[in-house]
């Protein structure tokens, strides 16, 4: 047994959140992936199974009330609030992720004119991930807005009273690189803008603290750190006290304020209902409901500090069975730098990750030189962590 | 037995569909309100199993190219293309019937820009599913144009070289009055606009006809006669000739000629993919597909004769059954202009509905005085349909 191996016994043994990796269904696999798609919540299959044949089978149309489908979409977002530090009544749950950056955006535009119009530029991260820059175009066009595409470091630079609006990624999906929320969304507010996060790389992987921090607006996925199934819905935060003046550029009929009148006029509902668009996808949603239920008692702190030992641990084990020279991690060293990833930059990195696959370390691999593992505290072990690394440092070596 | 139970009998006896209702998932009770949601299609059970346990549980990332998850919004487009006229390759699903409508409504008033620019009208069905309305006025702000909402019957007498684009229902959703599809598309294209036709009420119950009637965009939700499930993901249509100029306002990653590139400039894929936007909800999609495995070997014409038959049966049977005066129906006598439902205008609907309902008819209520029943060919039988009658004839008279 290496020394490695033992430190791995030993940090599992000492895992306060060991016991959640048996509420999911796993293998032999190490699954370094769940930051593109979480493995299955244990709970799963037999929800979607009664969601199937009771509540569609049996009760029809019945269920969109006994069965609470109608309501899904803001009670799973409450149950989402408390892992990205926000209060009750500010989350719905809907739609993809692209989707709620363009209400997000075209929403944050309409708030900042409101207290001063003129308001024309919106600053998007040039290095997110991409749909996030498509759609900050498609808003800024129907807007009349300027989009200026900077890197995080150069926003706050950039920011002035002409700026509406600014999104932002919590977590850079290639690097794994954490940006600074606080002191982001403080230069935003410093120049009248408002503030929009996409937390898909965050999100049940780390503190996000939506309302300690002044978020306006943000968006993310549930499939990644939340494990909530192949393309589940993704949520759109709207903080309170911006919620009725939220005015969204999807006003559809589960957004009305009386949405079983059929009136021809549209009157938005109040609170975070707003963020609602068309019927829900309740299939998807209420498989990512029964995916919550393993955050029971798991404190988000408790997460973050898993996390940051799992990728210190990853690091050392690559410096311990790699070869010197053969890859270079682009994720940050310095923990309030760090994710829940780790990316490194590698030779031939298509064809390292296929050959890793082959012998059962499940990574993914980024145009054009990208190793990406992503490690999620609630299922990864140290002992995961090891063999991965030395798996990688037996295929490079070979 | 009464004359209308032996005809009931003898008319399911010569339904050439009466086979197909063995593939839903059926109990004592009739159910009139597939219009809202479609029944369970028998195979959509062991399917969505497999999809968590195996695609989702097992095979984990793999599923997104080894499941075919990446290719399914385009896939299913194509499964459901012959259902309402169109050509492989035109339709893709995904995202709600709101947001749909809004990427067809946008799209439709930047083509017909293209042609003539100054177009500044979108004309939108007055009696329209509210969504629609709403999402028009959305659209028509956004795009810096004017909402003109007319009856159906009043588009030809408003639609000048003004117009951008026109949104209608197939069906309304209210009345279960058919507008005239192939007459209306013809004078939008005579004045150069762009028609947008919402399917919602009509696919799966009658034929539409989209490529035979040169339709320009179509949108359509997939749980009602398509039987998809709750929230089951909704479609767009863009005809052939059109796509390449298609420019949505959502132009997510899944859109992209290169979703894997994650570059930084946005160019749209060739074709119906256009239509997507981001990562699509596989739970949900993949009932869908299963779902559509009762349509093999179904000709729309059957179902639409069927169709016919069964509302014509209902009015006859009401007319039997329920005393003078209690009822009036809302939809139309002739057959042209009748989708698969019957409205009927009753006084105290609302509780009467509740009182169908306790007694295994199931329809449902409009507010404020409509009595609706759809009539979905696949699995609703003449017997049901005498029932409902005797049955609300019962409620009514007692």
Same mark, same amino acid.
């Given at each position: 047994?290496?020394?490695?191996?033992?430190?791995?016994?030993?940090?599992?043994?000492?895992?306060?959140?060991?016991?959640?990796?048996?509420?999911?269904?796993?293998?032999? %696999?190490?699954?370094?992936?769940?930051?593109?798609?979480?493995?299955?919540?244990?709970?799963?299959?037999?929800?979607?199974?009664?969601?199937?044949?009771?509540?569609?089978?049996?009760?029809?149309?019945?269920?969109?009330?006994?069965?609470?489908?109608?309501?899904?979409?803001?009670?799973?977002?409450?149950?989402?609030?408390?892992?990205?530090?926000?209060?009750?009544?500010?989350?719905?749950?809907?739609?993809?992720?692209?989707?709620?950056?363009?209400?997000?955006?075209?929403?944050?535009?309409?708030?900042?004119?409101? &207290?001063?119009?003129?308001?024309?530029?919106?600053?998007?991260?040039?290095?997110?991930?991409?749909?996030?820059?498509?759609?900050?175009?498609?808003?800024?066009?129907?807007?009349?807005?300027?989009?200026?595409?900077?890197? $995080?470091?150069?926003?706050?630079?950039?920011?002035?009273?002409?700026?509406?609006?600014?999104?932002?990624?919590?977590?850079?999906?290639?690097?794994?690189?954490?940006?600074?929320?606080?002191?982001?969304? =403080?230069?935003?507010?410093?120049?009248?803008?408002?503030? %929009?996060?996409?937390?898909?790389?965050?999100?049940?992987?780390? $503190?996000?603290?939506?309302?300690?921090?002044?978020?306006?607006?943000?968006?993310?996925?549930? #499939?990644?750190?939340?494990?909530?199934?192949?393309?589940? $819905?993704?949520?759109?935060?709207?903080?309170?006290?911006?919620?009725?003046?939220?005015?969204?550029?999807?006003?559809?009929?589960?957004?009305?304020?009386?949405?079983?009148?059929?009136?021809?006029?549209?009157?938005? &509902?109040?609170? =975070?209902?707003?963020?609602?668009?068309?019927?829900?996808?309740?299939?998807?949603?209420?498989?990512?409901?029964?995916?919550?239920?393993?955050?029971?008692? %798991?404190?988000?702190?408790?997460?973050?500090?898993?996390?940051?030992?799992?990728?210190?641990?990853?690091?050392?084990?690559?410096?311990?069975? %790699?070869? &010197?020279?053969?890859?270079?991690?682009?994720?940050?060293?310095?923990?309030?730098?760090?994710?829940?990833?780790?990316?490194?930059?590698?030779?031939?990195?298509?064809?390292?990750?296929?050959?890793?696959?082959?012998?059962?370390?499940?990574?993914?691999?980024?145009?054009?030189?990208?190793?990406?593992?992503?490690?999620? $505290?609630? #299922?990864?072990?140290?002992?995961?962590?090891?063999?991965?690394?030395?798996?990688?440092?037996?295929?490079?070596?070979?």
């Amino acid at each position: 047994m290496s020394e490695l191996t033992v430190r791995a016994e030993k940090l599992d043994a000492a895992d306060e959140l060991a016991a959640v990796r048996g509420e999911f269904v796993l293998d032999e %696999v190490v699954y370094l992936d769940g930051n593109s798609l979480g493995a299955l919540p244990a709970a799963v299959p037999g929800r979607v199974d009664d969601v199937v044949r009771r509540q569609w089978g049996s009760l029809r149309i019945r269920s969109w009330d006994e069965s609470g489908w109608w309501t899904a979409p803001e009670r799973i977002g409450d149950r989402i609030a408390p892992l990205v530090g926000a209060a009750a009544g500010q989350i719905v749950v809907g739609d993809s992720t692209s989707v709620n950056v363009f209400k997000a955006l075209v929403g944050a535009v309409r708030l900042a004119r409101l &207290a001063r119009d003129g308001r024309d530029e919106i600053v998007v991260d040039a290095t997110t991930f991409p749909t996030d820059g498509y759609i900050a175009e498609s808003a800024a066009r129907l807007t009349g807005c300027t989009l200026r595409p900077v890197t $995080p470091g150069q926003v706050p630079g950039v920011l002035s009273d002409r700026t509406a609006a600014v999104l932002l990624n919590h977590v850079d999906y290639r690097t794994g690189r954490l940006h600074d929320l606080p002191s982001l969304t =403080a230069a935003v507010h410093a120049v009248g803008a408002v503030s %929009v996060w996409d937390l898909c790389h965050s999100a049940g992987a780390l $503190p996000v603290g939506l309302d300690r921090h002044g978020v306006d607006l943000a968006v993310g996925c549930t #499939y990644k750190y939340l494990n909530g199934g192949p393309g589940s $819905p993704a949520y759109l935060y709207v903080r309170r006290d911006l919620q009725d003046r939220f005015d969204s550029p999807l006003p559809g009929w589960n957004s009305h304020a009386e949405p079983f009148g059929m009136r021809p006029d549209y009157e938005p &509902a109040p609170g =975070a209902l707003r963020g609602r668009v068309g019927t829900p996808d309740i299939l998807s949603m209420l498989a990512l409901e029964a995916a919550l239920d393993v955050w029971d008692g %798991v404190p988000i702190e408790a997460v973050r500090a898993k996390s940051l030992a799992l990728t210190d641990f990853f690091l050392e084990c690559v410096e311990e069975y %790699v070869p &010197a020279g053969l890859v270079e991690s682009l994720t940050p060293v310095a923990h309030e730098e760090r994710g829940s990833q780790v990316a490194l930059r590698c030779a031939d990195a298509g064809d390292v990750m296929k050959r890793l696959i082959e012998r059962g370390v499940v990574g993914d691999f980024r145009h054009p030189d990208v190793l990406r593992f992503g490690f999620t $505290p609630l #299922y990864v072990s140290f002992a995961d962590v090891e063999r991965a690394a030395r798996v990688l440092g037996q295929t490079l070596g070979s």
